[in-house]
């Protein structure tokens, strides 16, 4: 195996040479020895951010391939206690101990087990879940890992599951009723924030979100642990149903599940159960990463993280988000522009989730004024 070495953050990473792996001229991660994403930098780099403020005394890397996440938050986020490499694969174990070596790593621990046994056995500050696809089936052990107000940090990739446009396959990881909503983005991020919460509850742990978003072709999720059951059953308190009027385009959360029909205009509803209804983030922790973010001005994606933590901060006052091309249509008008609308509004904000997205105090009924005022033909 051919190694070549790469630099991310302040790490260099040794990595398997993805030319040895192109098949067609072309290269997939997964088709390597060992993982090594470079559309992840930018989840790797806000998670550095993250665990700084976290500043966590013990760390596992539950998933680690080349090892790079763990490596990172020992040089940059600067965790100084134990960090516990893991990886089911020899091959990515191997590199995982040269790259710890190379780049200095202290009170660093290289384990081989699998991920679910291993967070079954240890107890840390601070878990990262980072797998291929879906998060599911790890979330108990990784919930089960983490000492009293631990974090976890977990990504998700199978977001046509999450976002209900696979509908058995949404059923078969998250046990929910699926419909693909026109927020779906949102959607799926409070269904995975169901599910954690849910495995937490078996354990007597209830969740609190820090940070959770959507990116690209991914959702990343920081939630501490609040112990107890008392804490396990107001966290499901904050479970409930997104719905949206298939007529109206009208759309609310609400507690449990039912059938209704719209209450704007008694159109029948798409719904999701069962949902985070709660806070998607903590804007007091928003407002620590933000302190601390130019501390890694060094980083390439430092305009991104900034812009990003900017997003989420005022998007945390408001409930779900609506689509300005999909009521637009619904009106059959033209769709105003995001500044118009939010003008027209007053207390309303984009939303990182969608381009065409918007989050706003005001009623249904005066978005849908804004729209018929504000658009132009
Ligand atoms: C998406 S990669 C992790 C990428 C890495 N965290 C990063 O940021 O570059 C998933 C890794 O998990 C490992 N893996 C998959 N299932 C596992 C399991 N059940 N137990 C332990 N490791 C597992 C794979 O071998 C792979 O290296
Ligand atoms: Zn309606």
């Not at 959507?214 to 966290?235: H, L, P, S, W």
């Amino acid at each position: 195996m051919r190694l070549i070495e790469t630099v991310e953050g302040k790490a260099r990473i040794l990595l398997p040479d993805p030319s040895e792996y192109e098949r067609d001229g072309r290269f997939d991660p997964a088709w390597s020895p060992v993982f090594y994403n470079p559309r992840m930098i930018f989840n790797r780099d806000l998670s550095v951010v993250v665990v700084s403020s976290i500043s966590p005394k013990s760390v596992l890397d539950v998933m680690s391939a080349t090892g790079v996440r763990g490596i990172r938050y020992y040089l940059e986020s600067e965790v100084r206690g134990e960090i516990i490499f893991n990886d089911k694969n020899p091959v990515a174990t191997e590199l995982i101990t040269k790259n710890i070596a190379s780049n200095g790593v202290e009170k660093a621990r290289v384990e081989r087990s699998d991920a679910n046994s291993l967070m079954h056995r240890v107890k840390v500050e601070y878990t990262d879940l980072d797998p291929f696809g879906t998060p599911a089936p790890f979330l108990q052990a990784a919930v089960s890992s983490l000492r009293r107000r631990g974090v976890l940090g977990v990504t998700a990739t199978d977001l046509s599951a999450l976002e209900g446009k696979s509908r058995n396959s949404c059923k078969r990881k998250y046990g929910a009723f699926c419909n693909k909503l026109s927020f779906s983005k949102e959607a799926g991020l409070r269904l995975l924030l169901a599910k954690i919460a849910m495995e937490a509850s078996i354990v007597e742990k209830g969740i609190h979100p820090l940070i959770t978003l959507y990116r690209d072709y991914y959702y990343r999720i920081f939630v501490r642990m609040e112990d107890g059951a008392k804490k396990a059953d107001n966290t499901l308190e904050k479970i409930g149903s997104l719905y949206e009027c298939e007529s109206c385009g009208y759309s609310f959360m609400g507690k449990g599940f039912c059938d209704r029909v719209c209450p704007v205009c008694g159109g029948s509803l798409r719904s999701m159960y069962p949902a985070w209804i709660g806070e998607l983030a903590d804007v007091e922790f928003l407002g620590k990463v933000k302190e601390l973010l130019p501390r890694f001005n060094y980083l390439e994606n430092f305009p991104a993280l900034f812009k990003l933590i900017g997003s989420l901060t005022s998007e945390q006052r408001y409930g779900l988000y609506y689509r300005l091309d999909v009521l637009s249509s619904k009106l059959r008008r033209n769709m105003p522009s995001m500044e118009e609308m939010i003008k027209c509004l007053g207390d309303a904000t984009r939303t990182h989730f969608h381009l065409q997205g918007i989050k706003t105090s005001k009623e249904f009924h005066e978005v849908l004024e804004c729209i018929k005022s504000s658009s132009h033909g």
